[in-house]
Each structure stands twice: as structure tokens, then as C-alpha cells.
């Protein structure tokens, strides 16, 4: 697995949609000698860094633990969206921690610089957070639950560079206590 590091900018780059191709243009003509077979390639625009996509979803299995059983309580006692956010935050949380074991999730707000868009089953974070070892880090992430909505069917995320410090209170991240 690779992993790219980004700057706030290039986090932020990378969750907007990419723009529809334009329409070839024709290349313009050198007055400088032509190029050869040993000039360089010109450098490409890079990509938007690709998500991480896991095959196994860990939610489920996490709140199946006993000690998952206020847990379990908690979200019966939410709305639809509200279970589905936060069944999708859990997801986030075990993913973020299985990919890396250095991060330690214990939380995800999932609107920190953008609101959360819920289309049916899916639910698309481009604006998240999570801490870690009381850090704020950027978090892209999709979720795609059953259609019942009550378990993670599908997930895909991308983690950003750490928040900083003076703009918690700004993103309403709660500070670590």
C-alpha cells in the first residue's frame, strides 16, 4: 500500500470533484529547435491522491464485542441518518486504525470543514476530521451502508495532514482534555 502525505491545500484540492475534460487543443508549434527522442516527458498535472479502499468493513465486528454494549444501546436510540453517520465514524475510526497502527481514532466529526452529504445509503465526508493522540488530522471518507442502513457495507478514505491547533475552536473540534 502507498501513502502520500498532503498539505491542507492539497487535501483540500483532492476532495473537490474533477473538473469534465476539455476539448483536445492542438499543440502549439516551438520556433526553438523541435524535440527529440531523448528530450524529457513533460511533466503530467498529478492526480488527486487515491482513496484507501479496504475489502474487510470492521464496524460490525467491533460493536459484536461485549464490551460494544452501550454502543449498541446509544444507536438504537438514533434517528436513521444520525446511526448511519455514526456507524459510518466507527467504520472510519477501525479502518484509520487498522491501516495504521500509529493513529489511535477516538473520535470523528464528520463536518469539520464541510457539511457531510447522506444520499440514501451513502454518506460522503470531504470535509472530516478524527483525533488521534490528541491530534486533529483531515479526513476524506465515503461510506456506503446496507439498505436497511444499519450496517457498512462499503468503505473508501483518504487521511490529510494534522489540523491545526489554532483553528479547533474555528472547525468546532473539541479540544483534548
Not at 487498522?98 to 466529526?109: L, T, Y
Not at 456506503?144 to 444499519?150: K, N, P, R, V
Request: glycine share 4%; net charge neutral; charged share 25%.
Amino acid at each position: 500500500m502507498s501513502v502520500e502525505i498532503l498539505t491542507p491545500q492539497q487535501f483540500e484540492a483532492s476532495t473537490k470533484p474533477l473538473p469534465a475534460p476539455a476539448a483536445p487543443v492542438a499543440p502549439q508549434a516551438r520556433a526553438a529547435e523541435p524535440p527529440s527522442a531523448s528530450s524529457p516527458p513533460r511533466p503530467q498535472p498529478s492526480s488527486a491522491a487515491a482513496m484507501i479502499r479496504p475489502t474487510e468493513m470492521l464496524s460490525a465486528k467491533t460493536l459484536a464485542d461485549p464490551r460494544s454494549r452501550q454502543a449498541r444501546a446509544d444507536l438504537a436510540t438514533f434517528a436513521s441518518d444520525e446511526r448511519m453517520v455514526q456507524l459510518c465514524n466507527l467504520e472510519a475510526m477501525d479502518q484509520i486504525r487498522r491501516w495504521r497502527a500509529d493513529f489511535q481514532p477516538e473520535q470523528v466529526v464528520p463536518y469539520a470543514t464541510a457539511e457531510e452529504k447522506i444520499t440514501g445509503t451513502t454518506i460522503a465526508a470531504n470535509g472530516a476530521a478524527f483525533r488521534s493522540r490528541r491530534n486533529w488530522y483531515g479526513l476524506k471518507f465515503r461510506c456506503q451502508l446496507a439498505h436497511d442502513g444499519e450496517s457498512v457495507v462499503g468503505f473508501e478514505f483518504l487521511v490529510g495532514d494534522p489540523v491545526a491547533r489554532e483553528k479547533w475552536d474555528e472547525l468546532g473540534l473539541p479540544a483534548v482534555h
